[in-house]
Nanobody
Framework: QFNFVESGGGVVQPGGSLRLSCEVS????????IGWFRQAPGKDSEGVAC????????YYVDYVKGRFTISRDIAKNTVYLQMDNLKPEDTAHYYC????????????????WGKGTLVTVSS
């Protein structure tokens, strides 16, 4: 059974930073691609970032490139999302997700995901 425990969400001012964490169980980070997608209130889900199961290559969607950094610690079964220079439009529930393809996560169509953590960017 795939389990995800996300943490690190909260309220931050524009320009601020947050670090999300996701500890997984039931599978290993070198067996599935792992990443994040988000859903803002009243909007469709959209992909954020993904890290390859094979070699740890990171992939980002255009609207977070240069601001967000995804990383993983295989020994801890944990994936991280460092979010810098946050903008009000980054406000959303962020979901940790796993899939057999990178595109599945970046398209917010992953096979498995957690319950999410809320990020609010507001002054």
């Amino acid at each position: 059974q795939f389990n995800f425990v996300e943490s690190g969400g909260g309220v931050v001012q524009p320009g601020g930073s947050l670090r999300l964490s996701c500890e997984v169980s039931g599978f290993s980070l070198d067996s599935y691609h792992i990443g994040w997608f988000r859903q803002a209130p009243g909007k469709d889900s959209e992909g954020v970032a993904c890290i390859s199961k094979t070699d740890g290559t990171a992939y980002y969607v255009d609207y977070v490139k240069g601001r967000f950094t995804i990383s993983r610690d295989i020994a801890k079964n944990t994936v991280y999302l460092q979010m810098d220079n946050l903008k009000p439009e980054d406000t959303a529930h962020y979901y940790c997700a796993a899939d057999s393809t990178v595109s599945g996560i970046l398209a917010a169509r992953a096979d498995y995901w957690g319950k999410g953590t809320l990020v609010t960017v507001s002054s």
